[in-house]
Protein backbone atom coordinates (compact mmCIF):
# COMPACT_ATOMS: atom_id res chain seq x y z
CA UNK A 1 0.00 0.00 0.00
CA UNK A 2 2.76 2.36 1.12
CA UNK A 3 4.64 1.91 -2.15
CA UNK A 4 1.49 2.34 -4.38
CA UNK A 5 0.62 5.67 -2.47
CA UNK A 6 4.21 7.02 -3.46
CA UNK A 7 3.53 6.24 -6.59
CA UNK A 8 0.44 8.62 -6.80
CA UNK A 9 1.77 11.04 -4.49
CA UNK A 10 4.76 11.84 -7.49
CA UNK A 11 2.04 13.55 -9.05
CA UNK A 12 0.25 15.69 -6.67
CA UNK A 13 -1.52 18.99 -7.69
CA UNK A 14 -3.11 20.76 -5.10
CA UNK A 15 -2.40 21.06 -1.79
CA UNK A 16 -5.19 20.54 0.17
CA UNK A 17 -8.82 19.71 -0.49
CA UNK A 18 -11.93 19.49 1.54
CA UNK A 19 -14.56 17.49 0.44
CA UNK A 20 -18.00 17.19 1.93
CA UNK A 21 -20.75 14.72 0.70
CA UNK A 22 -23.57 13.24 1.88
CA UNK A 23 -23.15 9.45 3.02
CA UNK A 24 -23.93 7.10 0.25
CA UNK A 25 -22.54 3.83 2.25
CA UNK A 26 -24.63 0.97 3.52
CA UNK A 27 -23.51 -0.10 7.13
CA UNK A 28 -20.80 -2.51 6.00
CA UNK A 29 -19.38 -0.32 3.42
CA UNK A 30 -19.45 2.23 6.20
CA UNK A 31 -17.44 0.01 8.54
CA UNK A 32 -14.61 -0.95 5.50
CA UNK A 33 -13.99 2.41 4.96
CA UNK A 34 -13.82 3.13 8.18
CA UNK A 35 -10.60 0.33 8.77
CA UNK A 36 -9.18 1.80 5.21
CA UNK A 37 -8.94 5.38 6.99
CA UNK A 38 -6.04 4.44 9.44
CA UNK A 39 -4.01 3.56 7.08
CA UNK A 40 -4.36 5.91 5.20
CA UNK A 41 -4.42 8.84 7.47
CA UNK A 42 -0.96 9.45 7.44
CA UNK A 43 -0.73 9.32 3.53
CA UNK A 44 -2.68 12.45 3.00
CA UNK A 45 -5.47 11.61 2.40
CA UNK A 46 -8.19 11.62 5.50
CA UNK A 47 -11.60 10.35 5.39
CA UNK A 48 -14.66 11.00 8.57
CA UNK A 49 -17.85 9.81 7.93
CA UNK A 50 -20.69 9.38 10.17
CA UNK A 51 -24.12 8.25 9.13
CA UNK A 52 -24.65 11.71 7.94
CA UNK A 53 -21.63 12.77 5.87
CA UNK A 54 -18.84 11.71 4.21
CA UNK A 55 -15.89 14.44 4.60
CA UNK A 56 -12.66 13.48 2.49
CA UNK A 57 -9.44 15.49 3.29
CA UNK A 58 -7.30 15.50 0.51
CA UNK A 59 -3.61 16.96 1.00
CA UNK A 60 -1.28 17.12 -1.85
CA UNK A 61 -3.14 14.20 -3.86
CA UNK A 62 -6.45 15.29 -6.06
CA UNK A 63 -9.37 14.08 -7.67
CA UNK A 64 -7.13 11.66 -10.36
CA UNK A 65 -5.39 9.74 -7.42
CA UNK A 66 -8.65 9.09 -5.97
CA UNK A 67 -9.13 7.39 -8.90
CA UNK A 68 -5.67 5.78 -8.57
CA UNK A 69 -6.38 4.81 -4.80
CA UNK A 70 -9.57 3.87 -5.90
CA UNK A 71 -8.10 1.42 -8.60
CA UNK A 72 -5.90 0.14 -6.15
CA UNK A 73 -8.29 -0.48 -3.41
CA UNK A 74 -10.28 -3.12 -5.88
CA UNK A 75 -7.18 -4.76 -6.76
CA UNK A 76 -5.94 -5.35 -2.90
CA UNK A 77 -9.42 -6.16 -1.49
CA UNK A 78 -10.84 -7.67 -4.74
CA UNK A 79 -13.60 -4.87 -4.74
CA UNK A 80 -16.07 -4.03 -7.43
CA UNK A 81 -17.60 -1.06 -8.09
CA UNK A 82 -20.86 -1.79 -5.68
CA UNK A 83 -18.84 -2.59 -2.68
CA UNK A 84 -15.42 -0.57 -3.24
CA UNK A 85 -16.51 2.39 -1.04
CA UNK A 86 -13.93 4.84 -2.46
CA UNK A 87 -15.67 4.51 -6.10
CA UNK A 88 -18.80 5.14 -4.94
CA UNK A 89 -17.56 8.83 -3.32
CA UNK A 90 -16.28 9.59 -6.81
CA UNK A 91 -19.56 8.61 -8.29
CA UNK A 92 -21.20 10.97 -5.67
CA UNK A 93 -18.78 13.80 -5.82
CA UNK A 94 -19.22 13.75 -10.04
CA UNK A 95 -22.94 13.50 -9.91
CA UNK A 96 -23.12 16.73 -7.77
CA UNK A 97 -21.08 18.49 -11.05
CA UNK A 98 -20.55 21.83 -9.97
CA UNK A 99 -19.45 23.88 -6.92
CA UNK A 100 -22.36 25.74 -4.81
CA UNK A 101 -23.07 26.40 -0.72
CA UNK A 102 -26.00 23.82 0.27
CA UNK A 103 -27.37 24.11 3.67
CA UNK A 104 -24.13 26.55 4.50
CA UNK A 105 -21.98 24.03 3.29
CA UNK A 106 -19.32 24.41 0.08
CA UNK A 107 -20.16 20.88 -1.95
CA UNK A 108 -17.54 19.64 -4.15
CA UNK A 109 -18.31 19.77 -8.11
CA UNK A 110 -16.20 18.41 -10.75
CA UNK A 111 -13.23 19.62 -9.50
CA UNK A 112 -10.76 18.48 -12.46
CA UNK A 113 -13.00 19.99 -14.92
CA UNK A 114 -12.92 23.50 -13.89
CA UNK A 115 -8.95 23.69 -13.27
CA UNK A 116 -7.69 24.98 -16.77
CA UNK A 117 -4.33 26.27 -16.21
CA UNK A 118 -2.01 23.77 -17.48
CA UNK A 119 1.86 23.93 -16.02
CA UNK A 120 0.37 26.53 -13.91
CA UNK A 121 3.65 25.87 -11.46
CA UNK A 122 6.02 26.68 -14.78
CA UNK A 123 3.60 29.72 -15.29
CA UNK A 124 4.14 31.01 -11.90
CA UNK A 125 7.88 30.65 -11.77
CA UNK A 126 7.68 32.67 -15.47
CA UNK A 127 5.64 35.27 -14.58
CA UNK A 128 8.08 35.84 -11.32
CA UNK A 129 6.69 36.05 -8.01
CA UNK A 130 7.16 39.06 -5.05
CA UNK A 131 6.54 41.68 -8.16
CA UNK A 132 6.53 44.80 -5.76
CA UNK A 133 8.05 43.57 -2.63
CA UNK A 134 11.52 42.31 -4.17
CA UNK A 135 14.38 44.08 -2.35
CA UNK A 136 12.68 44.87 0.55
CA UNK A 137 15.27 45.39 3.89
CA UNK A 138 12.65 43.90 6.09
CA UNK A 139 15.06 42.06 8.59
CA UNK A 140 13.41 38.73 9.91
CA UNK A 141 14.94 38.97 13.34
CA UNK A 142 12.00 39.47 16.23
CA UNK A 143 12.19 41.04 19.04
CA UNK A 144 9.97 40.45 22.41
CA UNK A 145 7.49 43.78 22.91
CA UNK A 146 8.64 45.48 26.04
CA UNK A 147 6.62 44.91 29.13
CA UNK A 148 5.35 48.37 29.72
CA UNK A 149 3.19 48.60 26.64
CA UNK A 150 1.58 44.89 27.18
CA UNK A 151 -2.49 44.76 27.79
CA UNK A 152 -2.04 48.79 28.25
CA UNK A 153 -4.46 51.14 27.12
CA UNK A 154 -1.87 54.31 26.01
CA UNK A 155 -3.58 57.74 25.36
CA UNK A 156 -1.68 59.72 22.51
CA UNK A 157 -0.72 60.40 19.14
CA UNK A 158 0.31 56.93 17.88
CA UNK A 159 2.91 58.11 15.51
CA UNK A 160 4.80 59.29 18.67
CA UNK A 161 3.74 56.80 20.87
CA UNK A 162 4.95 54.21 18.65
CA UNK A 163 8.03 55.48 18.22
CA UNK A 164 9.05 54.62 21.43
CA UNK A 165 8.87 50.90 20.26
CA UNK A 166 11.18 48.48 19.13
CA UNK A 167 11.01 47.06 15.58
CA UNK A 168 9.74 43.51 14.85
CA UNK A 169 7.52 43.34 18.19
CA UNK A 170 3.52 43.26 17.43
CA UNK A 171 2.19 39.95 15.80
CA UNK A 172 -0.97 41.51 14.09
CA UNK A 173 -2.69 44.83 13.48
CA UNK A 174 -6.20 45.75 13.12
CA UNK A 175 -7.51 49.24 12.65
CA UNK A 176 -9.79 51.78 11.35
CA UNK A 177 -8.15 55.04 10.78
CA UNK A 178 -10.46 57.84 10.98
CA UNK A 179 -12.62 58.07 7.88
CA UNK A 180 -11.93 62.21 7.14
CA UNK A 181 -15.50 61.99 6.11
CA UNK A 182 -16.71 64.57 8.96
CA UNK A 183 -17.67 62.71 11.96
CA UNK A 184 -17.76 63.81 15.28
CA UNK A 185 -14.57 62.36 17.18
CA UNK A 186 -14.02 63.80 20.71
CA UNK A 187 -10.52 64.92 20.23
CA UNK A 188 -9.67 65.09 16.51
CA UNK A 189 -11.07 66.51 13.54
CA UNK A 190 -12.73 64.62 10.59
CA UNK A 191 -12.27 66.72 7.77
CA UNK A 192 -8.41 67.39 7.02
CA UNK A 193 -7.62 68.62 3.53
CA UNK A 194 -6.91 64.70 2.04
CA UNK A 195 -2.88 65.92 1.41
CA UNK A 196 -2.63 66.31 4.86
CA UNK A 197 -5.05 63.39 5.92
CA UNK A 198 -3.10 61.09 3.95
CA UNK A 199 0.76 62.78 5.05
CA UNK A 200 -0.15 61.83 8.76
CA UNK A 201 -1.92 58.92 8.05
CA UNK A 202 1.07 57.20 6.62
CA UNK A 203 3.12 58.58 8.88
CA UNK A 204 1.57 56.14 11.52
CA UNK A 205 1.42 53.45 8.95
CA UNK A 206 5.32 53.79 8.74
CA UNK A 207 5.64 53.08 12.20
CA UNK A 208 3.62 50.00 11.98
CA UNK A 209 5.18 48.64 9.25
CA UNK A 210 7.76 49.22 11.52
CA UNK A 211 7.31 47.80 14.63
CA UNK A 212 5.29 44.42 12.67
CA UNK A 213 7.28 41.19 13.22
CA UNK A 214 8.26 39.60 10.18
CA UNK A 215 5.88 37.41 9.30
CA UNK A 216 2.82 39.86 10.85
CA UNK A 217 -0.25 41.37 9.55
CA UNK A 218 -1.33 44.59 8.99
CA UNK A 219 -5.39 44.64 8.44
CA UNK A 220 -7.10 47.74 7.61
CA UNK A 221 -10.70 48.62 7.83
CA UNK A 222 -11.52 51.63 5.29
CA UNK A 223 -14.38 52.86 2.94
CA UNK A 224 -14.01 55.17 0.13
CA UNK A 225 -15.36 58.52 0.25
CA UNK A 226 -17.74 58.33 -2.31
CA UNK A 227 -18.79 62.21 -2.82
CA UNK A 228 -15.40 62.69 -2.97
CA UNK A 229 -14.11 60.32 -5.50
CA UNK A 230 -11.77 59.51 -3.15
CA UNK A 231 -11.01 55.52 -3.08
CA UNK A 232 -9.04 55.55 0.07
CA UNK A 233 -9.06 51.00 0.44
CA UNK A 234 -6.65 51.33 -3.04
CA UNK A 235 -5.00 54.84 -1.63
CA UNK A 236 -3.82 52.77 1.33
CA UNK A 237 -3.21 49.75 -0.33
CA UNK A 238 -0.72 51.09 -2.55
CA UNK A 239 0.92 53.12 0.25
CA UNK A 240 1.55 49.41 1.55
CA UNK A 241 2.35 47.86 -1.77
CA UNK A 242 4.99 50.70 -1.99
CA UNK A 243 6.31 50.10 1.59
CA UNK A 244 6.79 45.88 0.10
CA UNK A 245 4.56 44.71 2.12
CA UNK A 246 2.60 41.58 0.94
CA UNK A 247 -1.27 42.00 -0.33
CA UNK A 248 -2.64 38.64 1.17
CA UNK A 249 -6.28 39.88 0.12
CA UNK A 250 -9.02 41.92 0.45
CA UNK A 251 -12.32 41.09 2.74
CA UNK A 252 -15.48 42.80 2.21
CA UNK A 253 -17.31 43.45 5.20
CA UNK A 254 -21.08 44.01 4.32
CA UNK A 255 -22.85 46.13 7.05
CA UNK A 256 -26.44 45.60 5.07
CA UNK A 257 -27.20 49.27 5.76
CA UNK A 258 -28.61 50.54 2.48
CA UNK A 259 -29.22 54.16 3.48
CA UNK A 260 -27.58 55.51 0.52
CA UNK A 261 -27.85 58.49 -1.84
CA UNK A 262 -29.56 56.94 -5.13
CA UNK A 263 -28.33 59.57 -7.20
CA UNK A 264 -25.99 63.52 -7.41
CA UNK A 265 -27.96 66.24 -7.06
CA UNK A 266 -29.83 66.59 -10.76
CA UNK A 267 -29.10 63.35 -12.20
CA UNK A 268 -32.24 61.13 -11.38
CA UNK A 269 -32.77 58.28 -13.63
CA UNK A 270 -30.44 60.06 -16.10
CA UNK A 271 -26.88 58.42 -16.89
CA UNK A 272 -25.74 62.00 -16.71
CA UNK A 273 -23.81 61.16 -13.23
CA UNK A 274 -25.97 57.99 -11.32
CA UNK A 275 -24.26 57.66 -7.78
CA UNK A 276 -22.99 53.92 -7.19
CA UNK A 277 -24.71 52.89 -4.12
CA UNK A 278 -22.20 50.56 -1.12
CA UNK A 279 -23.61 48.97 1.99
CA UNK A 280 -20.65 47.45 2.78
CA UNK A 281 -16.71 48.85 3.71
CA UNK A 282 -13.18 46.67 2.81
CA UNK A 283 -10.69 45.17 5.17
CA UNK A 284 -7.15 45.27 3.21
CA UNK A 285 -4.83 42.69 4.53
CA UNK A 286 -0.97 42.98 4.00
CA UNK A 287 1.81 40.67 5.34
CA UNK A 288 5.38 41.84 6.32
CA UNK A 289 8.07 39.60 4.82
CA UNK A 290 6.23 36.44 4.82
CA UNK A 291 2.88 35.34 4.15
CA UNK A 292 3.42 32.17 6.40
CA UNK A 293 2.90 33.25 10.48
CA UNK A 294 4.44 31.53 13.06
CA UNK A 295 2.75 29.86 16.05
CA UNK A 296 2.04 26.66 17.96
CA UNK A 297 -0.89 24.54 16.85
CA UNK A 298 -2.43 24.28 20.43
CA UNK A 299 -2.55 28.33 20.02
CA UNK A 300 -4.90 28.21 16.80
CA UNK A 301 -8.65 28.91 18.21
CA UNK A 302 -10.43 28.60 15.07
CA UNK A 303 -12.66 25.43 14.84
CA UNK A 304 -13.33 23.83 11.19
CA UNK A 305 -16.79 25.93 10.72
CA UNK A 306 -15.42 29.30 11.30
CA UNK A 307 -12.76 28.46 9.35
CA UNK A 308 -14.46 27.18 6.34
CA UNK A 309 -17.43 30.18 6.53
CA UNK A 310 -14.53 32.84 7.38
CA UNK A 311 -12.34 32.42 4.57
CA UNK A 312 -14.65 32.94 2.14
CA UNK A 313 -13.57 36.62 2.24
CA UNK A 314 -17.70 38.36 2.25
CA UNK A 315 -18.55 38.93 5.98
CA UNK A 316 -22.15 39.74 6.22
CA UNK A 317 -22.08 41.59 9.94
CA UNK A 318 -24.01 44.15 11.32
CA UNK A 319 -23.45 48.00 12.34
CA UNK A 320 -22.03 48.19 16.08
CA UNK A 321 -25.48 49.08 17.41
CA UNK A 322 -24.54 50.58 20.69
CA UNK A 323 -22.37 53.41 19.93
CA UNK A 324 -24.54 55.97 21.43
CA UNK A 325 -23.97 54.00 24.55
CA UNK A 326 -20.78 54.08 24.40
CA UNK A 327 -20.43 57.92 23.04
CA UNK A 328 -18.20 57.04 20.23
CA UNK A 329 -19.29 57.34 15.95
CA UNK A 330 -17.56 54.81 14.25
CA UNK A 331 -16.51 51.75 16.13
CA UNK A 332 -16.36 47.82 15.43
CA UNK A 333 -18.78 45.58 16.10
CA UNK A 334 -16.98 43.13 17.83
CA UNK A 335 -18.34 40.26 15.72
CA UNK A 336 -15.92 41.64 12.89
CA UNK A 337 -12.64 41.41 15.50
CA UNK A 338 -13.18 38.06 16.40
CA UNK A 339 -13.07 36.87 13.33
CA UNK A 340 -10.03 38.53 12.26
CA UNK A 341 -8.65 37.55 15.55
CA UNK A 342 -8.98 33.99 15.18
CA UNK A 343 -8.38 33.82 11.52
CA UNK A 344 -5.26 35.47 11.29
CA UNK A 345 -3.61 35.59 14.89
CA UNK A 346 -2.46 32.66 17.87
CA UNK A 347 -2.94 32.57 21.36
CA UNK A 348 -0.59 34.75 22.97
CA UNK A 349 0.18 36.83 20.12
CA UNK A 350 0.47 40.44 20.16
CA UNK A 351 -2.44 42.74 18.70
CA UNK A 352 -2.08 46.52 18.31
CA UNK A 353 -4.79 49.08 17.59
CA UNK A 354 -3.38 52.52 16.46
CA UNK A 355 -7.09 54.07 16.26
CA UNK A 356 -7.81 52.40 19.20
CA UNK A 357 -11.55 54.64 19.95
CA UNK A 358 -13.73 53.15 22.02
CA UNK A 359 -11.77 50.09 22.02
CA UNK A 360 -13.25 47.19 20.56
CA UNK A 361 -9.76 45.76 19.25
CA UNK A 362 -8.35 45.31 22.69
CA UNK A 363 -11.73 43.91 24.35
CA UNK A 364 -12.05 41.36 22.39
CA UNK A 365 -8.28 40.44 22.48
CA UNK A 366 -8.49 40.27 26.10
CA UNK A 367 -11.29 38.00 25.63
CA UNK A 368 -9.50 35.98 23.14
CA UNK A 369 -6.14 35.20 25.51
CA UNK A 370 -4.17 38.18 22.98
CA UNK A 371 -2.11 40.62 24.24
CA UNK A 372 -2.76 43.54 23.61
CA UNK A 373 -1.63 47.79 23.11
CA UNK A 374 -4.18 50.35 22.27
CA UNK A 375 -3.31 53.83 21.35
CA UNK A 376 -5.92 56.55 20.49
CA UNK A 377 -5.80 60.26 20.92
CA UNK A 378 -8.56 60.72 23.18
CA UNK A 379 -8.61 60.05 26.94
CA UNK A 380 -12.57 60.43 26.68
CA UNK A 381 -12.09 57.33 24.19
CA UNK A 382 -9.27 55.83 26.30
CA UNK A 383 -11.36 55.70 29.57
CA UNK A 384 -14.19 53.77 27.39
CA UNK A 385 -11.86 51.48 26.48
CA UNK A 386 -10.44 50.39 29.75
CA UNK A 387 -14.09 49.93 31.49
CA UNK A 388 -14.90 47.52 28.64
CA UNK A 389 -11.79 45.93 29.45
CA UNK A 390 -12.34 45.73 32.88
CA UNK A 391 -15.88 44.76 32.25
CA UNK A 392 -14.40 41.44 31.18
CA UNK A 393 -12.60 40.54 33.85
CA UNK A 394 -15.77 39.65 35.96
C1 LIG B 1 -12.65 55.03 13.25
S1 LIG B 1 -12.21 55.36 14.89
C2 LIG B 1 -11.74 53.78 15.50
C3 LIG B 1 -12.85 53.12 16.28
C4 LIG B 1 -12.51 51.78 16.85
N1 LIG B 1 -12.25 50.81 15.80
C5 LIG B 1 -13.62 51.26 17.78
O1 LIG B 1 -14.09 50.12 17.62
O2 LIG B 1 -14.04 52.01 18.65
C6 LIG B 1 -10.69 56.23 14.73
C7 LIG B 1 -10.06 56.71 16.02
O3 LIG B 1 -8.78 57.26 15.74
C8 LIG B 1 -8.50 58.22 16.77
N2 LIG B 1 -7.37 59.05 16.30
C9 LIG B 1 -7.38 60.03 15.37
N3 LIG B 1 -6.13 60.50 15.18
C10 LIG B 1 -5.31 59.80 15.99
C11 LIG B 1 -3.91 59.82 16.23
N4 LIG B 1 -3.09 60.66 15.58
N5 LIG B 1 -3.40 58.93 17.11
C12 LIG B 1 -4.21 58.08 17.79
N6 LIG B 1 -5.54 58.04 17.60
C13 LIG B 1 -6.08 58.88 16.71
C14 LIG B 1 -9.83 58.92 16.97
O4 LIG B 1 -9.90 59.52 18.26
C15 LIG B 1 -10.84 57.76 16.79
O5 LIG B 1 -11.24 57.25 18.03
Avoid at 42 to 65: A, F, P
Avoid at 87 to 111: F, N
Avoid at 266 to 271: A, C, E, I, L, Q
Avoid at 272 to 297: A, H, M, T
Wanted: glycine fraction near 4%.
Amino acid sequence: MTDDFHKIKKVMTFKELQLEIENPLSTNELNSLNELNSKLSNKGLSIKINNKSVKILLREVDITQLKSLSDYISRKYNLNKNNNPVKQIISKIESIKSYGLRSGKRKYVDYNKEIKVKNRKLKEVKRGKHYYTRNNFFVKENTDCPSEYINQIICGDSEEVLKKLPDNCIDLIFTSPPYNFGLDYSKKDDDYQWENYFDKLFGIFRECIRVLKYGGRIIVNTQPLYSDYIPCHHIISNFFMQNKLIWKGEIVWEKNNYNCKYTAWGSWKSPSNPYLKNSWEYLEIFCKGDLKKQGRVEDIDINEEEFKKWVFSRWSIAPERRMKEFGHPAMFPEQLVVRVLKLFSFKGDIILDPFNGAGTTTKVARELNRKYLGIDVSEEYCKIANQRIESTLF
